[in-house]
């Protein structure tokens, strides 16, 4: 049963243009997500996140939407750059830190 | 700031063999997670702690795997007897339960890839 869904697992996007990256999720016990990113041989390392109380989070170049009643939630990536290029996971808790689900990720490259 | 430190980076065993794994996290984080990770997949919770105390391990192959955090500190993951399928990568990420937001982001280390022949 996978509560977190990233169907799309792949991404290719022209440097300085927007990345789009989508995630669904199916449990509505869910109240706060996160979108980590990951390099070759690293740790993942958080990005950003929201709380289910708001609709969007901004943070410089990353942007991410959150729509409940979809239980969607994206991330945008504006101006996208080659540094970007990494595989991105959405994660979601409940209880504001508790039982932690990422979902399957999805690999970005930024085209130069 | 130090960050999450985990050893070994890599483990080659044979099935039916016990492996361990260690994690330190950030000083001063009270909580503190293990993920198996599986090629190709997402990061899978298999137990966390708060200081010593489990709270989580509802995912965790409790017949063969094990973990402790004695003195809530660092921590070590076991595996015994390993299987093909536990070849995979295994994560500890750390938390500082300090503010409502705060306790929400994990630090991870990164990692330890076992490979099970």
């Known amino acids: 049963d996978q509560q977190v869904k990233q169907n799309s697992p792949s991404l290719s996007v022209q440097e300085g243009r927007i990345s789009i990256l989508n995630c669904d999720y199916t449990?509505?016990?869910?109240?706060?997500f996160l979108w980590y990113k990951k390099y070759p041989a690293e740790g993942p390392t958080f990005l950003i996140s929201?709380?289910?109380?708001?609709d969007k989070n901004e943070d410089g170049r990353f942007t991410v939407f959150l729509n409940k009643s979809a239980k969607h939630l994206s991330l945008h990536i504006v101006p996208s750059q080659p540094g970007d290029s990494a595989v991105y996971f959405c994660?979601?808790?409940?209880?504001?830190?508790?039982?932690?689900?990422f979902g399957p990720g999805t690999r970005l490259s930024v085209l130069p | 700031e130090a960050g999450v430190a985990q050893s070994p980076r890599y483990k080659i065993i044979e099935k039916r063999q016990s492996v361990a794994f260690w994690c330190n996290p950030i000083?001063?984080?009270?909580?503190l997670y293990w993920y198996q990770q599986i090629l190709g997949q997402g990061p899978k919770l298999l137990i966390q702690?708060?200081?010593?105390?489990?709270?989580?391990d509802s995912q965790l192959p409790k017949d063969r795997f094990s973990a402790e955090r004695l003195k809530g500190v660092d921590s070590t993951l076991k595996i015994q007897p390993a299987k093909l399928e536990d070849s995979a990568v295994y994560l500890c990420?750390?938390?500082?339960?300090?503010?409502?937001?705060?306790?929400?982001?994990?630090?991870f280390g990164a990692g330890t890839r076992l490979s099970v022949l």
């Open positions: 449990n509505s016990m869910f109240d706060y």
């Open positions: 929201i709380s289910s109380i708001k």
């Open positions: 990420a750390s938390s500082d339960i300090r503010g409502q937001l705060a306790k929400n982001i994990q630090y």
């Open positions: 000083s001063g984080h009270a909580t």
């Open positions: 994660a979601a808790t409940k209880n504001y830190g508790q039982n932690f689900v």
């Open positions: 702690f708060q200081n010593n105390g489990v709270v989580d």
